[in-house]
């Protein structure tokens, strides 16, 4: 089992490399099912695991001048306060037993896990249509903003983040590509510079609220990252609109599970 859980680890770097993103969405029930990591303190070394990956891929992305950092700078500044001040004063606040209806009691962990599954089954939608379209080149060019829309999304992928621990990449790049005008490819960049600024400060947000097993945290990143690298040989070699559309899949399968196993077995 303790192999299977590492194999999976690396599977979360491995699918950012091959698809740019993606891999956040598995962090959580890996450290859960896998690791049996608690879901709340998962969720937690979810954001330090998703942020270290993420930042490396921002380097990568960079070097091709694929990372709009005005954009991200602009867009994170109500993200990234969301995720801080979700996981610093309003994460802490959540009582372990929420509700009991007949013989069901309603938990943290469970309702927390139930949240997640909810987003697996939503990103794994827009993989499988994303991965059935051919892509096509925008324009670039920044779109004139819409302040009001940006505020609002930036706060709902910063709660997103700051609850679930996942970066939130499928709600991204679209709003990159349709509110903000980047091209596909810098918009894939430039929501990796997002949710590496996301996690990363939000986790900071976790420190003195867990005890951090530090040498088991940065044990799973390092594979993670590794696997980035490996993700990246791939994907010269296979379509990555076919990856993405399988993946998804996998990730439907998945959080359907997760479904079924917390409210009902």
């Known amino acids: 089992m303790q192999f299977l859980a590492y194999l999976a680890s690396a599977l979360i770097g491995i699918s950012l490399g091959l698809i740019g993103g993606g891999g956040s969405i598995l962090t959580v029930p890996v450290l859960v099912y896998l690791f049996g990591t608690s879901p709340l303190l998962a969720t937690s070394y979810s954001l330090f695991i998703v942020g270290s990956t993420s930042m490396v891929g921002v380097f990568t992305n960079y070097r091709k001048g694929l990372v709009n950092i005005k954009t991200a700078l602009l867009f994170g500044l109500t993200s990234i306060s969301t995720v801080f001040i979700s996981r610093k004063f309003l994460v802490p606040l959540i009582p372990h037993n ?45 779109k004139k903003l819409n302040i009001a829309k940006l505020l609002l999304y930036g706060i709902g992928i910063g709660l997103a ?105």
């Open 98 to 142: 929420l509700l009991r209806i007949g013989s069901f009691q309603l938990t943290q962990n469970i309702l927390t896990m139930v949240f997640f599954a909810v987003l697996m089954v939503a990103a794994a939608t827009a993989m499988i249509k994303s991965g059935s379209k051919t892509e096509i080149p925008l324009e670039p060019g920044i």
């Open 161 to 265: 983040t700051g609850f679930l621990g996942a970066g939130g990449g499928f709600l991204l790049i679209p709003t990159l590509v349709l509110l903000v005008g980047l091209p596909m490819k810098q918009a894939v960049g430039t929501s990796l510079l997002i949710i590496a600024m996301n996690s990363l400060i939000g986790f900071t947000g976790d420190l003195g609220h867990f005890a951090i097993n530090w040498i088991f945290l940065l044990k799973i990143t390092a594979i993670a990252i590794a696997g980035i690298f490996a993700g990246g040989l791939i994907s010269r070699r296979v379509d990555s609109n076919k990856l993405k559309k399988g993946f998804g899949w996998f990730v439907l399968v998945m959080g359907i599970y997760i479904l079924a196993k917390e409210l009902f077995f």
